[in-house]
């Protein structure tokens, strides 16, 4: 019974046997085979030190066990097991040299070495060979290379260095005209951004860690970002092969050498004053004007906004629940009188020519905001329809450019109407302050916060048109200083500092900011959104204010006493 039992173990037993006796003759048979190679092939001791060891003989050759060998036994071929890197190749500039006939074109074994000797690419001596092997071809761009802070750091033994196939590429080596190539323009900042960008490598080595957000935050890196192919990018500033530490002398970025770098692309600049600080980090590291400006808006756009919000919230909800629960009460809650007392009905509130005005300005604008947050925000879906040809024809800034034209022309053409026309000068002075509007924005402003039961009176241009034309008035003034100033970059580079430049380009932009949002909270309110007008206020169609339900006279406006001034 147990010589039954234990049968089937035994027999077991006699196939693992016969399994691993079979397998140590194979293993036998290859290190047979391998010492057999290496008796008359010096190659095959040096494979075991290769990228390739490991790797049997017969991987790449064929027939290798026939002796004598085959005569006409075919080469091995790279691409054999390198089917990506050999598609990479054949689309790059040195397999298309080759395919075209230039023999002299490298190759794998002109940039890897012998099959059997092959470096792991990975490793520091493959790294540091990759210079002299571009060297063959390209010299004098290794020889700037290696006087570079790059070149220098690779020759301490600095294996994060980069070199040529970090930003070149490694296979697939296209031209700097080609869209796709690593070094395009289009993709430089990406290129340089995949170690000034990394917060490791940025930590290990003490680089700044801001460069590439203080670069997206520049106009440059902006208009780079909206798809300008023309723009300053990093190798425009830096240097391409011959980057230096700013502290070099023959640094291109050398405080010395800023005038004549940034003089490619703005001649005449730091003539008169030195070129400040470029990357400019905002709350950290800024010029003194820069974070006076910052601040100020800071407090005054959400404080301004907040107060219009309000005020159009509290009076927006006062007339809903007259509207709604006290449908007795007239429609119109702010009763308006003419200096003499009477009155106001439905006037002439705009002249035909300032109806023109009016179109023209409202256009102008909306061109303008439209045109100038798409290249502040041109990742935005609704900015990439205004930036559709901005690669090769800057389309967004002739637009804009255009309606800035349009915008100064027609406020220019106020000021000469106010000046030459008495008619329209004696129209306008409506629009001059007074005492009475403090004393009505404060009453108003509390009636709308639940102060009061009454409506207080309201002149017929009062508080809230005047808040908006001299807001008007400030703004363009503002925007034009510092857009002119902007547009001719170059002469005022060459005639200031470019910390005149910063801090007119942060006006530009808080301002902007400020208008956009004041016209959508304060003039849509009381000219669409405002009960008592909705749905439009007519007057710069007409010139007429005929709008809801006081236009059809279901309403008159009730009398009440109006402060005088």
């Not at 004053?273 to 003194?288: D, R, T, Y």
């Not at 007259?322 to 705009?350: I, K, N």
């Not at 637009?399 to 100064?408: E, G, K, N, T, Y």
Request: proline content about 6%; hydrophobic content about 40%; charged content about 20%.
């Amino acid at each position: 019974m147990i010589a039954r039992a234990s049968f089937p173990v035994v027999l077991a037993t006699a196939q693992l046997v016969v399994l691993f006796g079979a397998a140590g003759s194979g293993l036998r048979a290859a290190d047979a085979s391998a010492t057999q190679c290496a008796s008359c092939h010096e190659q095959a001791q040096q494979l075991e030190k290769s990228a390739h060891a490991g790797l049997p003989c017969d991987t790449c050759h064929d027939n290798h066990g026939k002796y004598p060998h085959p005569t006409n036994a075919a080469k091995p071929q790279c691409t054999t097991c390198h089917v990506d890197q050999a598609g990479d190749y054949a689309g790059g500039v040195h397999g298309q040299a080759r395919k075209n006939g230039n023999e002299g074109a490298p190759n794998c074994g002109m940039c890897h070495g012998s099959a059997h000797e092959l470096l792991p690419p990975k490793s520091q001596p493959f790294r540091t060979a990759v210079p002299d092997t571009c060297g063959m071809c390209h010299p004098e761009v290794v020889d700037q290379f290696r006087k570079s802070v790059h070149g220098r750091a690779l020759a301490r033994g600095i294996s994060d260095a980069p070199l040529c196939t970090d930003c070149h590429g490694e296979h697939l080596i296209l031209k700097h005209t080609n869209e796709d190539s690593r070094v395009n323009t289009a993709h430089i900042r990406e290129t340089c951004g995949e170690c000034h960008g990394d917060v490791r490598l940025t930590r290990k080595f003490g680089m700044p860690s801001d460069r590439l957000v203080t670069f997206d935050s520049s106009f440059h890196g902006l208009a780079a970002k909206s798809g300008s192919q023309t723009v300053a990018n990093c190798a425009s500033c830096h240097g391409v092969h011959n980057i230096l530490a700013s502290s070099d002398p023959n640094s291109t970025i050398n405080p010395r050498n800023l005038p004549e770098t940034c003089g490619q692309c703005h001649p005449g600049a730091g003539e008169r004053f030195a070129i400040s600080q470029v990357h400019v980090v905002e709350g950290v590291k800024e010029p003194l004007a820069l974070r006076w400006v910052r601040q100020f808006y800071l407090v005054l756009i959400p404080v301004t906004l907040g107060l219009m919000l309000l005020h159009n919230a509290g009076d927006w909800i006062r007339k809903l629940i007259r509207l709604r629960f006290r449908p007795g009460r007239s429609l119109q809650s702010h009763p308006s009188r003419d200096r003499q007392g009477a009155v106001w009905h439905p006037e002439m509130r705009t002249l035909p020519f300032e109806r023109i005005q009016h179109a023209m300005l409202a256009v102008s604008f909306i061109v303008l905001v439209a045109t100038g947050f798409a290249l502040k925000y041109s990742d935005q879906w609704w900015a990439r329809p205004v930036l559709v040809m901005e690669g090769s024809l800057s389309v967004r800034s002739l637009v804009h450019r255009i309606a800035a034209v349009v915008f100064l022309a027609i406020s220019l053409t106020h000021v000469v109407a106010l000046i030459a026309n008495r008619g329209l000068r004696e129209h306008w002075k409506e629009m001059i302050p007074r005492t009475r509007d403090a004393r009505e924005a404060a009453s108003n402003f509390a009636y709308n916060l639940g102060l009061g039961s009454e409506p207080p009176p309201r002149s017929p241009h009062s508080y809230i048109e005047k808040a908006e034309y001299w807001a008007v008035v400030w703004g363009a003034a503002i925007m034009a200083s510092t857009g002119l100033l902007l547009w001719a970059n170059n002469l005022a580079l060459k005639l200031f500092p470019k910390v005149v430049l910063d801090v007119a380009t942060s006006i530009h932009f808080y301002e902007a900011v400020l208008a956009a949002c004041a016209i959508v909270i304060w003039h849509f309110y009381s000219v669409i959104f405002d009960p008592d007008i909705y749905p439009l206020d007519t007057a710069f169609l007409t010139g007429h204010r005929l709008a809801g339900r006081e236009a059809s006279g279901e309403h008159e406006p009730r009398e009440a006493p109006v402060a005088g001034d």
